[in-house]
C-alpha cells in the first residue's frame, strides 16, 4: 500500500516537473523513480512518456493565451555598464554651466527594453498559413481530403519513425521533406493508385520541439516550442537578453557548429528579418556577451548606448541614434574617451565635417551633441503699459516708432510723459539708460524722442496710475552695483511733492525739469515757484561736500533749467498752511444738522452758528462731542489694557486658593465684555460755556456733535441687584436711586460709587466722617455706577482702572446709539 501511494506521489510531481518549461527530472525524483519494483518503474516510465507526448500535442495545438510576463533581471553587472555612461556628463556639468553645455540626462542601452514584458511562452496561432518550405517530423498532423467519385477526410499524424500511414495508398516516409514535397507526393500517388480521386493536403497541429536558451538570456534552459518558431521567438520565451548579452551576434548553432547569426539592430533600426531563421528540435540559440559600447548624448533624436559590431565611424553611430536633431550644433561637440593611462579625456569634434564623421569610435567613448544657444541675437523687448508685450525684430537703422507706432498700442493707464530705453553694452555688460516722451513721440517730435535702437534694447513703458515704477527697481539696482570711484552711479532721486517719488537713472544731459517729467509731475498741493537741489562732491577724493541750489520752478528756462550730476536730490516743498477738505457733523437737535465744511483754526461756536443754533428742545448739558483722534488713541489704550488683563489673569490663575480662582473668573467676564468694547473717543464739554465763548474749542475734521433732548432718566449700573433706569425724581440721592435697584451686591464696593454726569464727566462721592451728608447732586441723564469691591480681586491690580474706563466707554458707544 506504501509502494503505491509513493508511486501516486511521484508520478503526480514529475508530471508537474514536466509541465515547466525546462522538462527534466531533479535528482530527487530520478532518485525515488530508481527505487521502485521494477513493474511500477515500468509502468511509471510509460505513463511520464504518454504525460509528454500529450503536454507536446497541447503546446503546439492550443491557441495563445495570456502568458505570464517575464519582468528582466538586472544585476550588479548590469548596473556598472550603465553608471560606466551616466558618469560621463560630469565632467561637462563641472567645467560649463552654460545652457549650450550641459547635458544632464542619463544614458541607456539601446534595444533592450524591446523585451520589456516578455511572455513566458510562446506557440503561434494555429490559424496562420504554414510556410511551403516547413519541414515536416514526427508528431505534425496531416489533413487530406479525397474527393471525387467519393469524398473522405483523414487526420493522420507522423509517426516517431518518420512515416505517414495513409489509408489505401499505405506508409509514406515524410520526415525530412518539405510541405510543398508532402502535398507533391501525396496528390501524385492518389492520382495514380485512386482512379477518379484527386486530393487536398493541409497541415493541422504542428509538433512541439525542444531547444535550449544558453549565453547571457535572461533565463537559460531548455524550452518547449513550436515547430514554426523563430530565433526572436525563443529570445521572447526565455525573457529576453540581459544588458551584458550581445543584441548583434545571436548565434543559432545546430550539431555545434553556427549556421546562422541575429543582428537584432537591422530589426530596431531596419525593421528587417531576414536573418530570423526558423528553429530545429535540438537547436541551441547562444547569446555571447556584448561587444563595444559607444554612448551618445544629446540633441540626437535617440540618445543611448550602441553596441559597435565591427569598427563604426561617427558618423554611422549619428545615424543609428536617428540624426541629429533641429536643435543640434554639431560644430561644437565632443567626444569624452578612456587615455591610455585610464584617465578621461576631451577631444573637441566639428561633425559638419566629413573628416570628424569618418573618426573611428572606441570602446566607452562618449559622444555630445550640444543644443544651440536659447538666446536671440536680432530683437529688442517691449515691456510695461503695452497691449503686446514680447520681443521684436530688430533691423539696422530701426528706431522707437518702428516698434510703437500709434497709440493704441498703449494701455489706457500708460504713463505718455517718461519711457526708458534699456541698453547693455555687449563688451562690458554695462547698462545705461535714455528716457523720451511718448506723448512729444505720437505728436511727431522725432528729434529728441525716436530714439534709434540697438540689438537687445528694452523699451519699458510705466503705468502712471500706480504710486511705484513697477519695473525701475531691478535697473536702480543694477546701476548701483555698476558703482565705481571712477564711474559713480549713475542715479539721482526727487522727493516731496510729485506723483511718483524716488530714485531715477540719470541720462545724459538731464535737467531738474526731465527729473520732474520721470516723477510724474506736482502734485496739487506742491510749491510750484522754487525747489531744492542738494548736490553732492568730492574735494579731490578726501572731503565729501554737499551744499543747496535753489530752483526757480516759476520760469524754467535753458539757463535755469540745472543740468543734474551724480547723487543729485531734488525735494519739491509743500505750499504753505495747506489743508485738505475738512469736515465736522453736527446731528440731533439743532436747527440745520449735516456736514460742515471747516476752515483752519475754526470753533465750535462758530460751527453751531453756522448751523442755526440750538433748537429750543436741545439740551446742552447734555452734549456728545467725539473726536477721531481720540477714538484711535483710546483704541490702542484698550488693546494694551487686553494685554495686561490677560497677563494678570493668567497671573492669578496659577494660585490655588478659593479668592483667586473667583477673581480669575470675574476678570474673565470683564476681559470678553473688553473684547467686544469698540473705543468711542468721547471728548468731555461744557457745551453751555462754549456758546457764549468762555471755553470754546477749535474743532478737527471728523469731529462729531450730537445734541440730546432733556433727559428724563436716571441710570444705575455695575454691582446692583437690578441695573436699570428709573424717572428721575428731584431731591433723590445716589443712594436713594441704589435703593430702587434693589440695593448692594455682596461684591460691590459702595466706597468707590461714581456718578456719570449726561455730559461724560465722571464725579466721585466725597462723603467722610467729617462731612458725612455730602455727596454728589443727581440730575436727569445721570448714571450711577457701582463698581466691584476691589480687595475681593486683590490679585488684578488693573481692576479698578479696567472696570472704570469700560463703563464710561460704554456709556458713551450707548448714548450715541440710542440717539
Same mark, same amino acid.
Given at each position: 500500500? @506504501?509502494?503505491?501511494?509513493?508511486?501516486?506521489?511521484?508520478?503526480?510531481?514529475?508530471?508537474?516537473?514536466?509541465?515547466?518549461?525546462?522538462?527534466?527530472?531533479?535528482?530527487?525524483?530520478?532518485?525515488?523513480?530508481?527505487?521502485?519494483?521494477?513493474?511500477?518503474?515500468?509502468?511509471?516510465?510509460?505513463?511520464?512518456?504518454?504525460?509528454?507526448?500529450?503536454?507536446?500535442?497541447?503546446?503546439?495545438?492550443? %491557441?495563445?493565451?495570456?502568458?505570464?510576463?517575464?519582468?528582466?533581471?538586472?544585476?550588479?553587472?548590469?548596473?556598472?555598464?550603465?553608471?560606466?555612461?551616466?558618469?560621463?556628463?560630469? #565632467?561637462?556639468?563641472?567645467?560649463?554651466?552654460?545652457?549650450?553645455?550641459?547635458?544632464?540626462?542619463?544614458?541607456?542601452?539601446?534595444?533592450?527594453?524591446?523585451?520589456?514584458?516578455?511572455?513566458?511562452?510562446?506557440?503561434?496561432?494555429?490559424?496562420?498559413?504554414?510556410?511551403?518550405?516547413?519541414?515536416?517530423?514526427?508528431?505534425?498532423?496531416? $489533413?487530406?481530403?479525397? &474527393?471525387?467519385?467519393?469524398?473522405? *477526410?483523414?487526420?493522420?499524424?507522423?509517426?516517431?519513425?518518420?512515416?505517414?500511414?495513409?489509408?489505401?495508398?499505405?506508409?509514406?516516409?515524410?520526415?525530412?521533406?518539405?510541405?510543398?514535397?508532402?502535398?507533391?507526393?501525396?496528390?501524385?500517388?492518389?492520382?495514380?493508385?485512386?482512379?477518379?480521386?484527386?486530393?487536398?493536403?493541409?497541415?493541422?497541429?504542428?509538433?512541439?520541439?525542444?531547444?535550449?536558451? #544558453?549565453?547571457?538570456?535572461?533565463?537559460?534552459?531548455?524550452?518547449?516550442?513550436?515547430?514554426?518558431?523563430?530565433?526572436?521567438?525563443?529570445?521572447?520565451?526565455?525573457?529576453?537578453?540581459?544588458?551584458?548579452?550581445?543584441?548583434?551576434?545571436?548565434?543559432?548553432?545546430?550539431?555545434?557548429?553556427?549556421?546562422?547569426?541575429?543582428?537584432?539592430?537591422?530589426?530596431?533600426?531596419?525593421?528587417?528579418?531576414?536573418?530570423?531563421?526558423?528553429?530545429?528540435?535540438?537547436?541551441?540559440?547562444?547569446?555571447?556577451?556584448? =561587444? +563595444?559600447?559607444?554612448?551618445?548624448?544629446?540633441?540626437?533624436?535617440?540618445?543611448?548606448?550602441?553596441?559597435?559590431?565591427?569598427?563604426?565611424?561617427?558618423?554611422?553611430?549619428?545615424?543609428?541614434?536617428?540624426?541629429?536633431?533641429?536643435?543640434?550644433?554639431?560644430?561644437?561637440?565632443?567626444?569624452?574617451?578612456?587615455?591610455?593611462?585610464?584617465?578621461?579625456?576631451?577631444?573637441?569634434?566639428?561633425?559638419?565635417?566629413?573628416?570628424?564623421?569618418?573618426?573611428?569610435?572606441?570602446? =566607452?567613448? +562618449?559622444?555630445?551633441?550640444?543644443?544651440?544657444?536659447?538666446?536671440?541675437?536680432?530683437?529688442?523687448?517691449?515691456?510695461?503699459?503695452?497691449?503686446?508685450?514680447?520681443?521684436?525684430?530688430?533691423?539696422?537703422?530701426?528706431?522707437? *516708432?518702428?516698434?510703437?507706432?500709434?497709440?493704441?498700442?498703449? #494701455?489706457?493707464?500708460?504713463?505718455?510723459?517718461?519711457?526708458?530705453?534699456?541698453?547693455?553694452? %555687449?563688451?562690458?555688460?554695462?547698462?545705461?539708460?535714455?528716457?523720451?516722451?511718448?506723448?512729444?513721440?505720437?505728436?511727431?517730435?522725432?528729434?529728441?524722442?525716436?530714439?534709434?535702437?540697438?540689438?537687445?534694447?528694452?523699451?519699458?513703458?510705466?503705468?502712471?496710475?500706480?504710486?511705484?515704477?513697477?519695473?525701475?527697481?531691478?535697473?536702480?539696482?543694477?546701476?548701483?552695483?555698476?558703482?565705481?570711484?571712477?564711474? %559713480?552711479?549713475?542715479?539721482?532721486?526727487?522727493?516731496?511733492?510729485?506723483?511718483?517719488?524716488?530714485?531715477?537713472?540719470?541720462?545724459?544731459?538731464? $535737467?531738474?525739469?526731465?527729473?520732474?517729467?520721470?516723477?510724474?509731475? &506736482?502734485?496739487?498741493?506742491?510749491?510750484?515757484?522754487?525747489?531744492?537741489?542738494?548736490?553732492?562732491?568730492?574735494?579731490?577724493?578726501?572731503?565729501?561736500?554737499?551744499?543747496?541750489?535753489?530752483?526757480?520752478?516759476?520760469?524754467?528756462?535753458?539757463?535755469?533749467?540745472? !543740468?543734474?550730476?551724480? &547723487?543729485?536730490?531734488?525735494?519739491?516743498?509743500?505750499? %504753505?498752511?495747506? !489743508?485738505?477738505?475738512?469736515?465736522?457733523?453736527?446731528?440731533?437737535?439743532?436747527? &440745520?444738522?449735516?456736514?460742515? !465744511?471747516?476752515?483752519?483754526?475754526?470753533? #465750535?461756536?462758530?460751527?453751531?452758528?453756522? /448751523?442755526?443754533?440750538?433748537?429750543?428742545?436741545?439740551?446742552?448739558?447734555?452734549?456728545?462731542?467725539?473726536?477721531?483722534?481720540?477714538?484711535?488713541?483710546?483704541?490702542?489704550?484698550?488693546?494694551?489694557?487686553?494685554?495686561?488683563?490677560?497677563?494678570?489673569?493668567?497671573? /492669578?490663575?496659577?494660585?490655588?486658593?478659593?479668592?483667586?480662582?473667583?477673581?480669575?473668573? !470675574?476678570?474673565?467676564?470683564?476681559?470678553?465684555?473688553?473684547?467686544?468694547?469698540?473705543?468711542?473717543?468721547?471728548?468731555?464739554?461744557?457745551?453751555?460755556?462754549?456758546?457764549?465763548?468762555?471755553?470754546?474749542?477749535?474743532?478737527?475734521?471728523?469731529?462729531?456733535?450730537?445734541?440730546?433732548?432733556?433727559?428724563? /432718566?436716571?441710570?444705575?449700573?455695575?454691582?446692583?441687584?437690578?441695573?436699570?433706569?428709573?424717572?428721575?425724581?428731584?431731591?433723590?440721592?445716589?443712594?436713594?436711586?441704589?435703593?430702587?435697584?434693589?440695593?448692594?451686591?455682596?461684591?460691590?464696593?459702595?466706597?468707590?460709587?461714581?456718578?456719570?454726569?449726561?455730559?461724560?464727566?465722571?464725579?466721585?462721592?466725597?462723603?467722610? $466722617?467729617?462731612?458725612?451728608?455730602?455727596?454728589?447732586?443727581?440730575?436727569?441723564?445721570?448714571?450711577?455706577?457701582?463698581?466691584?469691591?476691589?480687595?475681593?480681586?486683590?490679585?488684578? @491690580?488693573?481692576?479698578?482702572? +479696567?472696570?472704570?474706563?469700560?463703563?464710561?466707554?460704554?456709556?458713551?458707544?450707548?448714548?450715541?446709539?440710542?440717539?
Amino acid at each position: 500500500m @506504501k509502494l503505491l501511494k509513493s508511486f501516486i506521489l511521484l508520478i503526480l510531481s514529475v508530471c508537474t516537473a514536466l509541465s515547466t518549461q525546462a522538462q527534466t527530472l531533479s535528482p530527487e525524483q530520478q532518485a525515488k523513480l530508481n527505487s521502485l519494483p521494477a513493474p511500477l518503474r515500468a509502468q511509471a516510465i510509460e505513463e511520464l512518456r504518454k504525460f509528454e507526448s500529450q503536454q507536446a500535442a497541447q503546446n503546439a495545438s492550443q %491557441p495563445i493565451e495570456q502568458p505570464e510576463v517575464v519582468i528582466p533581471k538586472t544585476e550588479a553587472t548590469d548596473l556598472k555598464i550603465e553608471s560606466e555612461f551616466e558618469s560621463s556628463t560630469d #565632467l561637462a556639468e563641472v567645467e560649463e554651466k552654460s545652457e549650450a553645455k550641459v547635458i544632464d540626462k542619463a544614458l541607456e542601452q539601446f534595444g533592450y527594453d524591446l523585451f520589456a514584458g516578455s511572455p513566458t511562452t510562446f506557440a503561434p496561432a494555429t490559424e496562420i498559413p504554414v510556410p511551403v518550405d516547413y519541414v515536416l517530423g514526427p508528431g505534425d498532423q496531416v $489533413r487530406i481530403q479525397l &474527393f471525387g467519385k467519393e469524398n473522405i *477526410s483523414y487526420d493522420l499524424y507522423v509517426s516517431r519513425d518518420g512515416i505517414l500511414q495513409v489509408p489505401e495508398l499505405g506508409p509514406l516516409p515524410v520526415a525530412g521533406q518539405t510541405f510543398n514535397e508532402l502535398k507533391t507526393s501525396i496528390q501524385q500517388k492518389v492520382s495514380e493508385q485512386m482512379i477518379g480521386m484527386q486530393a487536398f493536403v493541409s497541415l493541422g497541429e504542428l509538433r512541439s520541439m525542444r531547444i535550449f536558451m #544558453l549565453g547571457d538570456v535572461n533565463r537559460p534552459g531548455a524550452y518547449t516550442v513550436s515547430s514554426l518558431s523563430t530565433m526572436t521567438n525563443a529570445l521572447f520565451v526565455s525573457g529576453g537578453i540581459r544588458p551584458i548579452g550581445s543584441l548583434r551576434n545571436i548565434q543559432l548553432k545546430r550539431s555545434g557548429e553556427i549556421v546562422a547569426t541575429l543582428d537584432l539592430y537591422d530589426l530596431l533600426l531596419n525593421g528587417d528579418t531576414s536573418s530570423d531563421a526558423r528553429l530545429q528540435p535540438g537547436d541551441v540559440i547562444f547569446v555571447p556577451p556584448v =561587444g +563595444t559600447l559607444v554612448g551618445i548624448a544629446g540633441e540626437v533624436r535617440r540618445p543611448a548606448i550602441y553596441e559597435l559590431k565591427e569598427q563604426n565611424s561617427i558618423g554611422s553611430i549619428v545615424a543609428m541614434a536617428g540624426g541629429f536633431t533641429a536643435r543640434a550644433f554639431p560644430s561644437l561637440s565632443q567626444i569624452e574617451r578612456i587615455s591610455p593611462k585610464g584617465l578621461k579625456e576631451l577631444i573637441d569634434v566639428d561633425l559638419n565635417q566629413s573628416a570628424s564623421l569618418e573618426l573611428q569610435g572606441q570602446n =566607452g567613448d +562618449t559622444i555630445r551633441i550640444y543644443s544651440s544657444l536659447d538666446r536671440v541675437e536680432n530683437f529688442v523687448r517691449l515691456e510695461g503699459a503695452v497691449e503686446r508685450p514680447g520681443d521684436y525684430e530688430w533691423s539696422e537703422g530701426q528706431r522707437i *516708432s518702428n516698434i510703437l507706432t500709434n497709440i493704441e498700442q498703449l #494701455l489706457p493707464e500708460a504713463d505718455l510723459d517718461y519711457a526708458l530705453v534699456v541698453s547693455r553694452n %555687449p563688451i562690458t555688460g554695462d547698462t545705461s539708460t535714455r528716457s523720451f516722451s511718448l506723448e512729444k513721440l505720437f505728436l511727431g517730435n522725432q528729434a529728441e524722442n525716436d530714439l534709434e535702437l540697438e540689438p537687445k534694447d528694452r523699451i519699458l513703458v510705466f503705468d502712471g496710475t500706480t504710486p511705484n515704477r513697477e519695473g525701475l527697481q531691478p535697473i536702480i539696482n543694477q546701476l548701483k552695483a555698476q558703482g565705481t570711484s571712477e564711474t %559713480p552711479q549713475k542715479i539721482v532721486s526727487i522727493e516731496g511733492r510729485v506723483r511718483h517719488p524716488g530714485e531715477y537713472p540719470l541720462d545724459r544731459s538731464m $535737467r531738474a525739469s526731465d527729473l520732474l517729467r520721470a516723477a510724474g509731475g &506736482f502734485t496739487e498741493d506742491a510749491y510750484t515757484l522754487q525747489a531744492e537741489l542738494i548736490r553732492f562732491e568730492d574735494n579731490e577724493k578726501t572731503v565729501r561736500d554737499s551744499f543747496l541750489i535753489p530752483v526757480n520752478l516759476s520760469q524754467f528756462s535753458e539757463q535755469s533749467d540745472i !543740468t543734474l550730476q551724480e &547723487f543729485d536730490q531734488v525735494h519739491v516743498k509743500r505750499i %504753505p498752511e495747506w !489743508t485738505e477738505k475738512e469736515s465736522i457733523i453736527l446731528s440731533g437737535e439743532v436747527r &440745520f444738522p449735516g456736514t460742515y !465744511t471747516i476752515e483752519r483754526g475754526e470753533t #465750535l461756536s462758530r460751527i453751531i452758528e453756522r /448751523a442755526g443754533g440750538l433748537t429750543d428742545l436741545a439740551d446742552p448739558t447734555s452734549a456728545i462731542f467725539v473726536r477721531e483722534s481720540l477714538r484711535i488713541q483710546e483704541a490702542a489704550n484698550l488693546q494694551k489694557l487686553r494685554e495686561r488683563l490677560q497677563s494678570d489673569i493668567a497671573a /492669578a490663575s496659577l494660585q490655588s486658593d478659593a479668592l483667586s480662582l473667583d477673581s480669575v473668573d !470675574t476678570a474673565q467676564s470683564l476681559l470678553d465684555q473688553l473684547e467686544n468694547t469698540e473705543a468711542v473717543g468721547r471728548l468731555v464739554i461744557d457745551l453751555p460755556n462754549v456758546l457764549t465763548g468762555e471755553k470754546d474749542i477749535s474743532v478737527k475734521d471728523g469731529d462729531q456733535l450730537i445734541l440730546k433732548q432733556q433727559p428724563q /432718566a436716571v441710570t444705575i449700573i455695575g454691582s446692583v441687584n437690578y441695573p436699570t433706569s428709573h424717572l428721575y425724581q428731584g431731591g433723590l440721592s445716589q443712594f436713594d436711586y441704589i435703593d430702587l435697584s434693589g440695593g448692594l451686591t455682596r461684591k460691590a464696593d459702595k466706597k468707590q460709587i461714581y456718578v456719570v454726569k449726561s455730559n461724560g464727566e465722571v464725579r466721585v462721592d466725597q462723603r467722610s $466722617r467729617f462731612f458725612p451728608k455730602g455727596g454728589v447732586s443727581i440730575e436727569a441723564g445721570d448714571t450711577i455706577v457701582v463698581p466691584i469691591d476691589v480687595d475681593r480681586v486683590a490679585p488684578l @491690580k488693573l481692576w479698578t482702572t +479696567t472696570s472704570q474706563i469700560f463703563y464710561q466707554i460704554a456709556l458713551g458707544a450707548a448714548a450715541i446709539n440710542s440717539f
